[in-house]
């Protein structure tokens, strides 16, 4: 099957589910250098700390609303949910 956006690479059934999660995690573990995991998780997790620190800063909740709300943004969402739309149909 073929992506589907980004989102899904496979569809398995419920029973097939859990482990063919756990078996896809373990080849990504097992084809991946540790640091590169260690790496990315400190990347991502410093990201979600800085937001949770600057929730309090008004200033920096508006520069937040501002991008989210931005035509960009709006135009990025309205496409992505047309195409999911679009998929639903066919």
């Known amino acids: 099957m073929k992506p589907l956006y980004g989102l899904v690479d496979e569809v398995v059934s419920q029973e097939e589910l859990l482990p063919r999660a ?5 080849e990504w573990l097992s ?25 309090n800063s008004s ?20 496409q992505f949910k047309a195409n999911i739309a679009k998929r639903k149909k066919e």
């Open 22 to 26: 756990k078996n896809c995690l373990s």
């Open 59 to 78: 200033e920096q909740m508006e520069g937040w609303m501002d991008q989210w709300f931005s035509a960009e943004a709006c135009e990025s969402r309205d």
């Open 31 to 55: 084809n991946t250098k540790p640091n590169a995991v260690i790496g990315t998780k400190q990347h991502l997790r410093s990201h979600v700390k800085n937001i949770f620190e600057l929730q």
